[in-house]
């Protein structure tokens, strides 16, 4: 509580050069903490009640799930048979199924089928207490009209849509179906129905789908099939047209080309033998003899009969004229017959040979003749192949036109049958049951929110508090604000510890005196030993300098300067010094109205020369305490001017020859500049400040606009601390360490 000095000290210097550092930045946070404990305790239990209120009023909810699996392999089976072609099963499928079941179409059929719209959970405020409060007061508000259908679906729609919940679990193809309600068996019911509605929804899309598809087939069919008919008629005229037969899947001209032409081979070769065998029975003819071995002779009879019978008579004949010689009749005989039998087999020979010489001209002839006909079929057939190119266009055109018809019939078929067979890809694997625990509220989740939430919430007001309370309430905040020495924090004095007496004295009627008298009634107080503290501080200050007439004064009225000035001098009088005490508020003399109400004449009559001292102050019997009080001042417009006065110069020039200590009671600087006209005849100011209210910009604006003060400023007090909450802001100074340390030795609150 003493200071004399300004904070020069080797602990000051090295808690300066640390302030900044982590460590201080994390002792000023838990600072923040400790000083504000009391309102974070308060807003966190706050936060408690209200969540433990809504835990017992909130109406407990449920909530069923339900799952659903895109089957792919029934999709692949669907699609080889689909007559729309669906698309593959992906990611971003699966995706559009989880909005298609958050579609209004699938809400609003569940509303339908389960007639919510007259349910109370969906069209009402909700259960609970909460819901039965919102509901009246809907009540006190409504026109009385009813809501119309449309409007009871709407509400039902937003309540609906609010409470259930899709989700598609990872990047499976299955699909997790929630429902939120007061009834767990209208949760379970509600899920399976929306899990039922979205099945139906597919079935019936893709039977409309099937039944639009079939009906532009069947359209489509029939324009296909006089298309179909139009182009095989096409062929076939082009064919008449044309002269163009197919046979066996060949055209007849080709036919034709392929047999003729085999003739002509066969006729070649008959003609070239004919004319080999020709060839060969006229080099026959050309011999004189006729060679035997001729293939043609030996293969006629007469020929070879001939030859046989010319044989034998040739060895006869050699037998004779050998034997008889060849003049013989009878060789000559059988060499004539021999003659004969040679012309013979010539002439028979010649016969052969105009044979195959008609065979030859008539081989020749047939070769010709094919000849001519295999020219009149290329002919044709290069006719037939100009005229098939435009034939294979047709031919074509119309099997695409049968192909597509019958394409078109093909899938005509299959929408029938999946009109009467619908199949969705979407099934059920896991139906919703009634959940045995309820699903919020979630007692331990929302009391650990809370919790955590009113911390943050305790912290941040706490933060806004520190930040936005620009008032004193340590001493290291009087040295930075105000760079001066904070004396004493003196605790404050309510109308219970005015009313305490100590064992020296007994107790007063009237409490304001009681105050003024304190530190000799309670000499052993906290207060007193506060007020002790000031004055050590005085009298250390006087071994620098002359430190005898002591001004106290404040920013603003009612900070406690006239209790702290009279219980100051009360202590130095009670010590055996002479001290007079002065009251110097010519504005408003309230320590003359507590201490002197009946007093006539004072400080101005003192000044105006009218009355002597001894006329003018009183003494305590108990202190020895002389008391100046002001005298009439009602009438004083220019208190200033009487304070810096000569006559005053004067009066405080008796005093302090008079006197140890003189204490004035000054006016507060705020209102009046009464105290700035001292500063001549005054050794030291005490500037009292009230803990926790009085502005520091107020007091920091006051103090530097008098530097003639603030050069002669012993220090500050700060008044009425509250020795509860100043232990959290600096522990030292709070109760605890009072009580603990400073009761040894004989000390009381």
């Given at each position: 509580m003493l200071q004399v000095n300004k904070p020069s000290s080797e602990i000051n210097r090295d808690y300066a050069s640390v302030e900044g550092s982590p460590a201080q930045t994390l002792t000023s946070y838990l600072d923040i903490i400790r000083r504000q404990f009391p309102t974070m305790v308060a807003i966190v239990s706050a936060c408690v009640i209200l969540a433990l209120l809504y835990l017992f009023t909130a109406a407990p909810q449920f909530?069923?799930?339900?799952?659903?699996?895109?089957?792919?392999?029934?999709?692949?089976?669907?699609?080889?048979?689909?007559?729309?072609?669906?698309?593959?099963?992906?990611?971003?499928?699966?995706?559009t199924q989880v909005e298609i079941l958050k579609s209004e179409n699938i809400s609003l059929a569940v509303i339908r089928d389960l007639h919510l719209i007259e349910d109370p959970e969906f069209t009402g405020a909700g259960g609970g207490v909460l819901g039965a409060v919102i509901d009246f007061v809907g009540n006190l508000f409504s026109d009385g009209h009813a809501p119309s259908e449309f409007e009871l679906t709407c509400k039902a729609l937003e309540r609906f849509e609010k409470n259930r919940t899709i989700k598609r679990l990872g990047l499976t193809y299955v699909m997790e179906i929630g429902f939120t309600s007061y009834d767990p068996q209208k949760a379970a019911k509600i899920a399976n129905a929306i899990a039922d509605a979205y099945i139906v929804d597919q079935l019936e899309a893709k039977y409309q789908a099937t039944r639009r598809a079939s009906v532009w087939l069947q359209d489509r069919i029939?324009?296909?099939?006089?298309?179909?008919?139009?182009?095989?008629?096409?062929?076939?005229?082009?064919?008449?047209?044309?002269?163009?037969?197919?046979?066996?899947?060949?055209?007849?001209?080709?036919q034709q080309l392929a047999e003729v032409n085999s003739q002509l081979v066969l006729a070649h070769a008959s003609t070239a033998e004919a004319k080999a065998r020709l060839d060969r029975i006229n080099d026959i003819l050309k011999q004189e003899i006729p060679d035997a071995s001729v293939a043609d002779a030996l293969k006629n009879d007469t020929i070879v009969k001939l030859r046989g019978q010319y044989v034998d008579m040739a060895s006869k004949e050699l037998i004779w004229s050998m034997k008889y010689g060849s003049d013989h009749l009878a060789a000559v005989n059988l060499r004539r017959q021999m003659a004969e039998i040679k012309k013979n087999i010539i002439d028979e020979l010649k016969r052969i040979q105009e044979s195959y010489k008609s065979d030859y001209d008539i081989a020749i002839t047939r070769e010709e003749a094919i000849k001519s006909s295999l020219a009149n079929v290329v002919s044709e057939l290069q006719l037939t192949n100009q005229a098939q190119v435009q034939l294979r266009e047709l031919e074509s055109n119309a099997q695409s036109y049968q192909a597509m018809y019958d394409n078109f019939l093909q899938r005509y078929m299959e929408s029938?049958?999946?009109?009467?067979?619908?199949?969705?890809?979407?099934?059920?694997?896991?139906?919703?049951?009634?959940?045995?625990?309820?699903?919020?509220?979630?007692?331990?989740?929302?009391?650990?929110?809370?919790?955590?939430?009113?911390?943050?919430?305790?912290?941040?007001?706490?933060?806004?508090?520190?930040?936005?309370?620009?008032?004193?309430?340590?001493?290291?905040?009087?040295?930075?604000q105000l760079e001066a020495n904070c004396i004493a924090i003196l605790p404050a004095l309510d109308g219970a510890a005015a009313g305490l007496t100590s064992k020296f004295t007994k107790p007063k009627s009237d409490p304001q005196a009681n105050l003024l008298r304190y530190v000799v009634d309670n000499p052993l107080s906290r207060f007193a030993e506060a007020v002790r503290s000031l004055k050590v501080a005085v009298d250390l200050n006087s071994i620098v300098r002359e430190n005898r007439v002591l001004a106290v004064t404040s920013t603003l009225p009612n900070e406690g300067k006239s209790t702290l000035s009279t219980n100051l001098a009360q202590l130095m009088a009670h010590s055996g010094a002479r001290v007079i005490l002065v009251d110097a508020d010519l504005r408003n003399p309230s320590l003359s109205r507590a201490l002197r109400p009946d007093a006539k004449v004072g400080l101005v009559d003192l000044i105006a020369q009218k009355v002597q001292l001894e006329e003018a102050i009183s003494v305590d019997p108990q202190t020895g305490l002389a008391v100046l009080p002001a005298g009439t001042t009602s009438k004083l417009l220019h208190t200033n001017e009487i304070l810096a006065s000569k006559a005053m110069h004067a009066v405080i020039s008796l005093l302090r020859a008079r006197y140890d200590y003189v204490v004035l009671d000054m006016p507060p600087m705020a209102p009046v500049v009464d105290v700035r006209v001292t500063s001549p005849f005054v050794d030291s100011y005490v500037f009292v400040v009230e803990w926790g209210k009085t502005k520091t910009d107020v007091v920091r604006h006051n103090l530097r606009n008098a530097p003639e003060i603030q050069d002669k400023l012993l220090g500050v007090v700060l008044n009425k601390a509250d020795t509860k909450a100043l232990a959290r802001y600096e522990s030292y100074h709070g109760r605890y360490y009072y009580q603990k340390y400073y009761a040894r030795y004989g000390y009381v609150e």
């Open positions: 909530t069923s799930t339900a799952s659903m699996v895109i089957d792919t392999r029934k999709v692949q089976l669907f699609q080889q048979q689909s007559v729309l072609g669906d698309i593959a099963v992906d990611s971003a499928t699966v995706e029939k324009e296909l099939r006089t298309q179909a008919s139009a182009a095989q008629k096409a062929v076939v005229d082009f064919k008449i047209a044309n002269n163009i037969v197919d046979s066996g899947g060949r055209l007849m001209n080709e029938v049958q999946q009109q009467s067979f619908p199949i969705t890809e979407a099934r059920v694997i896991s139906a919703a049951t009634s959940p045995l625990k309820k699903s919020y509220p979630k007692t331990l989740i929302i009391l650990a929110g809370v919790l955590m939430g009113g911390v943050m919430l305790s912290f941040g007001v706490a933060m806004a508090r520190e930040f936005t309370d620009k008032v004193f309430r340590t001493t290291s905040q009087v040295e930075e």
